[in-house]
T-cell receptor
């Protein structure tokens, strides 16, 4: 049982490049989330999913897209990366909304 | 605006001492409040979760309290250990009219435990 895994762990992009961050969980959780964490700020919700095939916008969705084609995977895409998207990205999952969220180890993304 | 404010921003204590971290929130309508511990370079790990009807929850040396009337919560750490050095994050989740649960994270309190 690996829990929540994120790929890649680190990435450097140039402005305008695109990439996809992968989150995978093996706990059969319904809910999955993508957050970003910036220095001096709390984690902010980008997008979330309440089940396979569903996605919804969070607090800071602009510049990102997501897909949940399989229950165990939640993908976060950056179509045209900007320096403002330099951050640490965390994925989380939970079986129910009133249960704890399990976080992945994070992806450190730098956009130059 | 839904906000979660934590205090102090940082705290240094000696090993073996107790400490209390504070969380005030304006998030509404309230669903639940969680405390997380985040070690440097890692994802947050859940410590406690409380709903509206709960006013205290313990997890080992961690005890969280909730006063839903004053919209305040605290996390008390007893007999601190060096491994308690971390950021402690308060998260308040609201439920929207559409039935979605949206969390708002505080900025965290950075705790350093010295030997």
């Amino acid at each position: 049982n690996a829990g929540v895994t994120q790929t890649p762990k680190f990435r450097v992009l140039k402005t305008g490049q695109s990439m996809t961050l992968l989150c995978a969980q093996d706990m059969n959780h319904e809910y999955m989330y993508w957050y970003r964490q910036d220095p001096g700020m709390g984690l902010r919700l980008i997008h979330y999913s309440v089940g396979e095939g569903t996605t919804a916008k969070g607090e800071v969705p602009d510049g990102y897209n997501v897909s949940r084609l399989k229950k165990q995977n939640f993908l976060l895409g950056l179509e045209s990366a900007a320096p403002s998207q330099t951050s640490v990205y965390f994925c989380a999952s939970t079986p129910q909304t009133l249960r704890e969220q399990y976080f992945g180890p994070g992806t450190r993304l730098t956009v130059t | 605006k839904n906000q979660v404010e934590q205090s102090p921003q940082s705290l240094i204590i000696l090993e073996g001492k107790n400490c209390t971290l504070q969380c005030n929130y304006t998030v509404s309508p309230f669903s639940n409040l969680r405390w997380y511990k985040q070690d440097t370079g890692r994802g947050p790990v859940s410590l406690t979760i409380m709903t509206f009807s709960e006013n205290t929850k313990s997890n080992g040396r961690y005890t969280a309290t909730l006063d839903a009337d004053t919209k305040q919560s605290s996390l008390h750490i007893t007999a601190s250990q060096l491994s308690d050095s971390a950021s402690y994050i308060c998260v308040v989740t609201k439920v929207t009219s559409g039935g979605s649960y949206i969390p708002t994270f505080g900025r965290g309190t950075s705790l350093i435990v010295h030997p």
